[in-house]
């Protein structure tokens, strides 16, 4: 990409910014969330309530606090320091309102806790805002009190919701049990802060407690974690372990933890159950959940797009390999559906159809992109930049999309979207050094918000980090030797030419071969998977491939499905070629005394004998009883015997049909289409498909459903009519031979007439070539 249009995309990503920026602004302030379609705020408690999904929110401006980091990132310290004013004014926290934990902690003590650092940060690198003290430490000290009674529980886990006003002593919270994993593993490195920046040690201590102890529910024999749990007995509610929802951001701050505190407890946790996720949950480039407990069960049959977050830990950790694996998954999946859908299924087909306009993807673009400086991730974001300007946004903003299949929208816009998606899209298409910060000296929380690293020097004397667990030494063996080499600029480098500059080699097996290829033989499926080609259903007959080298059983499989693709696309160009070769013509008589013929187009099919040259048949057609032909003898088979078999699309396979017609004694088979309007004038030539058994012995045509009616409507009048089955080309030849004779014949002087005939044209068949 050209520093020009890298250039282009950043000033876009900018503008996506303050369109979605200014709209909250101007229509929702001080709303926690805009709601773009209706273009105002949402309120907690005004607006029509969405459940639990309301939690979220506290009447505390929440999308201005969480966006205010990004405008220091973007150089606007006008407006940042106009925002930092309106927070201190407008936002306080002693509402009787029940909110999330979590969310408040990730987005609202985060958003506080980062916009300090970065006020006093441009306090003294920029001289502005000298009359900034500290406020937004105050307020994220409030908030923190706040969210400390969720942590009275007899495990030290924290409850998922708590009261801003009067803790948990709210009647709605006296029954609350259940907390997810994620929810009370994403707390350390917002907590640590605000202890390492007010020197009140409490809200550490409480998040390393809670750390602790759901590193002592984790399965035993599996390492695995599950995603819902009991605050009070530890116990698990749903063993479901995976990556996705409800786990995703625990194994994430188990390694910022320890890259933003130094506690090397935090890695030995992180490195055993990234161990246990690449052993058990990973397929491949796919990450399916499982059973914590039975590892090898898997609990699930869809991904769920917070997954996509993934790739860029396993970047951060320095496990690049897979990391470009799933991301290039997800990435075809991206392609597939123009957005991520919320879930989607082994074979990519949309399972949860909403787009909430999530940075996830984004974010492993960013890091991918920083590991690697491969150009590919810059193509990646300016797609996924482009398709958010296309179907998402809206004159008030950027609505989320309700389904990728229809692109509905949603009255939606989460504060993350200008937290976190604009953010990585605007440092995706910037160079580091044009950043008025070095973002290498900071590490980002799960909502993107900015944490320096020099934290661990401030230290926590008033909490020992060391713990009598002893770790073993084999949990630290994928620990990084030097941070230095943590982004190697050429370790996708090799990658590049992986395919295309790999030797061929003999396999040992024979390939299958895409002319071979039977889309209804197992072997022939399996042997597809295993060269690393995953076949998508696309209705009517049709497949769409997908080819990964890394799904590939072996580097030789994967080379073989590379030749088998190369075969199919070959093949595709040539069926375009051959069609007219291929198409078959069911003619018959404009009437019962007329020589003039017409013909209708039909398909062929790969398991009947072909009518080639002068070969056709004729005779009287008849409608096969039942109509789909699908029992094992038709009712009026004595009827059929030598004559043309009628047989309607559906229930059974074209070739058993083909069986049934010819044990009954027809003398070939026409399978009109079930699908009302379809027509070989406005769809390609449909090609029918067998099992491979070559047992069929008469010939066998499609015919779509218009071309049929008009047959259908001259069998009516015509009840004993013949037709003709045959080569359509052979068709216009003979047309044309007939023509020729009877112009030669008109044209020919009588012997004794002193004038010639003139010549009679005749007319054209109803079916050009």
């Given at each position: 990409m050209s520093h020009k249009e890298r250039e282009a995309l950043r000033e876009e990503a900018r503008d996506m910014f303050y369109h979605a920026y200014h709209a909250y602004m101007d229509n929702a302030y001080p709303a926690d969330e805009l709601m773009p379609l209706s273009c105002k705020g949402r309120y907690r408690g005004v607006t029509p309530s969405?459940?639990?999904?309301?939690?979220?929110?506290?009447?505390?401006?929440?999308?201005?606090?969480?966006?205010?980091?990004?405008?220091?990132?973007?150089?606007?310290?006008?407006?940042?320091?106009?925002?930092?004013?309106?927070?201190?004014?407008?936002v306080q926290f002693d509402n009787d309102i029940i909110v999330s934990v979590f969310e408040t902690n990730i987005r609202m003590m985060g958003g506080l806790l980062s916009a300090h650092i970065l006020a006093e940060y441009i306090q003294k690198n920029a001289q502005v805002m000298p009359w900034y003290k500290g406020e937004l430490l105050e307020m994220a000290r409030d908030l923190g009190y706040r969210l400390l009674p969720a942590f009275n529980t007899s495990t030290g886990i924290p409850h998922a919701r708590v009261n801003l006003r009067y803790g948990m002593k709210?009647?709605?919270?006296?029954?609350?049990?259940?907390?997810?994993?994620?929810?009370?593993?994403?707390?350390?490195?917002?907590?640590?802060?605000?202890?390492?920046?007010t020197g009140d040690p409490i809200f550490e201590a409480r998040a390393h407690a809670a750390m602790d102890a759901l590193w002592k529910l984790r399965h035993r024999g599996s390492d695995l974690m599950g995603t819902v749990l009991n605050v009070h007995s530890g116990d698990w509610v749903r063993r479901d372990s995976g990556v996705g929802a409800g786990i995703d951001s625990y194994y994430e701050y188990l390694f910022k933890s320890y890259v933003l505190l130094g506690d090397d407890k935090y890695l030995a946790r992180f490195n055993r159950h990234y161990n246990a996720v690449m052993k058990y949950v990973s397929e491949g480039p796919m990450l399916l959940d499982v059973l914590m407990h039975r590892p090898h069960a898997k609990s699930r049959n869809f991904m769920d797009a917070l997954l996509a977050f993934w790739p860029g830990l396993q970047v951060l950790s320095g496990d690049l390999k897979p990391a470009v694996q799933t991301h290039e998954m997800l990435y075809q999946v991206m392609q597939m559906h123009t957005f991520i859908p919320e879930a989607f299924t082994i074979d990519f087909q949309i399972h949860w159809g909403q787009h909430h306009l999530r940075p996830e993807f984004i974010e492993s673009t960013y890091f991918l992109y920083r590991a690697t400086g491969d150009h590919h991730y810059l193509q990646v974001g300016k797609k996924a930049l482009k398709a958010l300007q296309q179907h998402a946004k809206v004159p008030c903003g950027y609505a989320a999309v309700n389904d990728?299949?229809?692109?509905?929208?949603?009255?939606?816009?989460?504060?993350?979207?200008?937290?976190?998606?604009?953010?990585?899209?605007?440092?995706?298409?910037?160079?580091?050094?044009?950043?008025?910060?070095?973002?290498?000296?900071?590490?980002?929380?799960?909502?993107?918000?900015?944490?320096?690293?020099?934290?661990?020097?401030?230290?926590?004397?008033?909490?020992?980090?060391?713990?009598?667990?002893?770790?073993?030494?084999?949990?630290?063996?994928?620990?990084?030797?030097?941070?230095?080499?943590?982004?190697?600029?050429?370790?996708?480098?090799?990658?590049?030419?992986?395919?295309?500059?790999?030797?061929?080699?003999?396999?040992?097996?024979?390939?299958?071969?895409?002319?071979?290829?039977?889309?209804?033989?197992?072997?022939?499926?399996?042997?597809?998977?295993?060269?690393?080609?995953?076949?998508?259903?696309?209705?009517?007959?049709?497949?769409?491939?997908?080819?990964?080298?890394?799904?590939?059983?072996?580097?030789?499989?994967?080379?073989?499905?590379?030749?088998?693709?190369?075969?199919?696309l070959e093949l595709t160009k040539l069926q375009s070629l051959n069609q007219l070769a291929q198409l078959q013509a069911v003619a018959y008589p404009l009437d019962d005394k007329s020589n003039d013929w017409t013909a209708l187009m039909a398909g062929p099919s790969h398991f009947s004998p072909e009518l080639t040259e002068d070969d056709f048949v004729e005779s009287e057609v008849i409608l096969a009883e039942p109509l789909r032909a699908c029992d094992e003898r038709l009712a009026n088979a004595e009827k059929a015997k030598g004559k043309i078999l009628i047989a309607e699309r559906g229930d059974c396979t074209f070739v058993s049909k083909a069986r049934l017609a010819q044990k009954s004694g027809a003398l070939a088979l026409i399978v009109c289409d079930n699908v009302p309007g379809s027509s070989g004038e406005t769809q390609p030539m449909f090609a029918m498909s067998?099992?491979?058994?070559?047992?069929?012995?008469?010939?066998?045509?499609?015919?779509?459903?218009?071309?049929?009616?008009?047959?259908?409507?001259?069998?009516?009048?015509?009840?004993?009519?013949?037709?003709?089955?045959?080569?359509?080309?052979?068709?216009?030849?003979?047309?044309?031979?007939?023509?020729?004779?009877?112009?030669?014949?008109?044209?020919?002087?009588?012997?004794?007439?002193?004038?010639?005939?003139?010549?009679?044209?005749?007319?054209?068949?109803?079916?050009?070539?």
């Open positions: 969405r459940g639990d999904m309301d939690d979220i929110l506290g009447n505390f401006s929440m999308t201005l606090v969480d966006t205010l980091d990004t405008l220091v990132i973007l150089g606007d310290f006008a407006e940042f320091e106009h925002a930092v004013k309106l927070v201190i004014r407008d709210d009647e709605l919270l006296k029954k609350s049990r259940e907390t997810c994993t994620a929810c009370a593993g994403t707390i350390l490195l917002e907590f640590a802060a605000l202890s390492r920046l990728v299949r229809t692109g509905k929208h949603e009255d939606r816009m989460d504060s993350f979207v200008l937290s976190e998606t604009f953010k990585y899209l605007y440092l995706l298409f910037t160079e580091p050094q044009d950043l008025i910060l070095n973002i290498d000296e900071f590490v980002f929380t799960t909502e993107a918000h900015l944490l320096p690293l020099s934290l661990a020097q401030l230290g926590n004397s008033t909490y020992s980090f060391r713990q009598s667990e002893e770790h073993n030494v084999l949990d630290f063996m994928r620990t990084c030797p030097s941070s230095n080499k943590l982004f190697p600029e050429k370790v996708r480098k090799p990658l590049r030419n992986f395919i295309t500059g790999s030797c061929p080699r003999t396999p040992a097996t024979k390939r299958l071969r895409a002319l071979d290829f039977q889309a209804s033989n197992a072997d022939h499926l399996r042997a597809v998977y295993d060269m690393g080609i995953t076949m998508v259903s696309l209705g009517d007959g049709k497949v769409r491939l997908f080819h990964s080298f890394y799904n590939a059983k072996s580097p030789e499989e994967g080379e073989m499905g590379l030749q088998f693709m190369q075969e199919m067998g099992d491979g058994i070559n047992d069929v012995k008469i010939p066998v045509v499609f015919m779509y459903s218009q071309e049929f009616a008009k047959l259908s409507k001259v069998m009516q009048r015509r009840p004993h009519m013949k037709i003709r089955i045959m080569q359509m080309i052979e068709f216009k030849r003979w047309q044309m031979a007939k023509e020729s004779k009877a112009n030669a014949t008109e044209t020919t002087p009588s012997a004794s007439a002193s004038t010639t005939t003139t010549t009679t044209k005749k007319s054209k068949p109803e079916k050009e070539l």
